[in-house]
Structures are given as C-alpha cells and as structure tokens.
C-alpha cells in the first residue's frame, strides 16, 4: 500500500493527558497537511510542512499542539494537556510541490478519531 | 478569503431518483475544485476533481461535476442514487501559492436515501 497512513487509528484518553499521533505521507512526497474534523463539520486546516519546514500554522492550533518532521518524511502531531474539546477525526494529507506549479492535489490519510473523556 | 459554502445540512432522496448537492465557492483565483465522499467513521475519498478545461467533470461511481465561473459554483450530480450512495459529501476548494495550498472545505451535505 503506498497511501498516507496514519496511526493510531482511535485514541481514547483521559483528560489532562498527552498524546501523540503518527502520519507516513507518500514516500516522494514533499508536503504534508493535518486537518481537524469535529463531528459534523468539514475538515479544518491546521498546518503544513514543506520537507522539514512549517510553514503555516492555523490559528486553531493552540500551544497545546505541536506538529513536527524531522526529516521531511513522517510527521507527528502531538496534543499536551488535552482537553474534551480536542475530540475530533484528525486526518493527514501529503502532496508533491513542485517549483512553477500552483496546486498539488493532496491525498487524504484514513485519520486517528481521538476520543477525550 | 477563500471558503466553500454548501446551503444543504442535508438532503433525503428516493433510491433510483436523480441527485444533485450544491457548492458555492468564493475564491480569487482560478479555483481548484474538490468533491470527496466520507462514510460514517471513515476517511476521504476523492469523487472528482476540476483542475482545468472541460467544465463538466466525470467521476467515480457515476458522480459528475459541473463548473460555472459565472455562478462561482460546482455542484455534484448523479442521474440515479443508490443506497449504498448514503453518505456526507464534501465540496472542497484548493488554495494555490497564496493560500499555502491548503484544502479548504464546506461543512457537508449529509445525503440519506430512502427504498
């Protein structure tokens, strides 16, 4: 399978807790999205790299959450402290930039539901 | 700024019928343009897309797609449902160099279709 993956799947903690989730974008990928989807609404964007750069970051991504790529390849997104507001689908895209164009299509993982009791 | 406005929370419609979900997007530029289909617990998938060109767009599973400029509008059709079509579809719209590339999304249109 050569798609973004992501783990876990499903996360439940409880309050207060920190977690952290996993994404493997497509292997030549250079860009990489993480999303949020709450329950009955579309997904929102968070931020963004480009290699090992982040590039933009939402204002929805309070200073509990920290995204990192290390080496331009997979990415974590981590939640400190978490909250039950932070219960959401967390979904991870990737594309391939490249120079001169202006839009790449961004492939869409199957996203970790994080459940905060 | 950009963003994707989908006036129908939801949509019930008899199996066999004719589909058709909204899209209105506001954006600068020449628009990238998105339909993705999400069943309950599940992640996206990728109906069609509009990139450039023919304005009328063929998609997976006998979906179609039809740009307007003029009428800043994509809206997704489908001549007859079936139950297994049930699902929350997402009109999508993708910012270029300005916006960060990013995905922006309506908030869905929950389609149920009834025997």
């Known amino acids: 399978d050569t798609g973004v993956s992501q783990d876990p799947r499903h996360k439940i903690t409880k309050r207060g807790q920190n977690v952290t989730f996993r994404c493997d974008p497509i292997s030549e990928h250079n860009r990489l999205y993480w999303y949020r989807q709450t329950l009955g609404q579309g997904p929102e964007f968070l931020t963004y790299?480009?290699?090992?750069?982040?590039?933009?970051k939402s204002r929805l991504l309070s200073d509990r959450f920290s995204a990192e790529r290390p080496k331009g390849s997979f990415s974590t997104l981590e939640i400190q402290r978490t909250e039950q507001g932070d219960s959401a689908m967390y979904l991870c895209?990737?594309?391939?930039?490249?120079?001169?164009?202006?839009?790449?299509?961004?492939?869409f993982g199957p996203g970790t539901r994080l459940t905060v009791l | 700024a950009q963003s994707v406005t989908q006036p129908d929370i939801h949509i019930t419609v008899s199996e066999g019928a004719s589909l058709e979900l909204r899209c209105n997007y506001s954006y600068g530029a020449t628009p990238y343009l998105f339909w993705y289909v999400q069943s309950p617990g599940q992640g996206l998938q990728l109906l069609l897309k509009y990139f450039s060109g023919d304005t009328l767009v063929q998609g997976i599973k006998g979906f179609e797609a039809e740009f307007k400029r003029s009428q800043s509008s994509f809206n997704l059709r489908k001549p007859s449902v079936h139950w297994s079509d049930a699902a929350e579809y997402f009109c999508a719209v993708g910012a270029g160099n300005t916006g960060g590339f990013k995905t922006i999304f309506g908030a869905g249109t929950r389609l149920f279709v009834k025997a």
């Open positions: 790299f480009q290699n090992e750069a982040q590039l933009e």
């Open positions: 895209a990737s594309s391939l930039g490249l120079a001169g164009l202006s839009y790449n299509e961004q492939f």
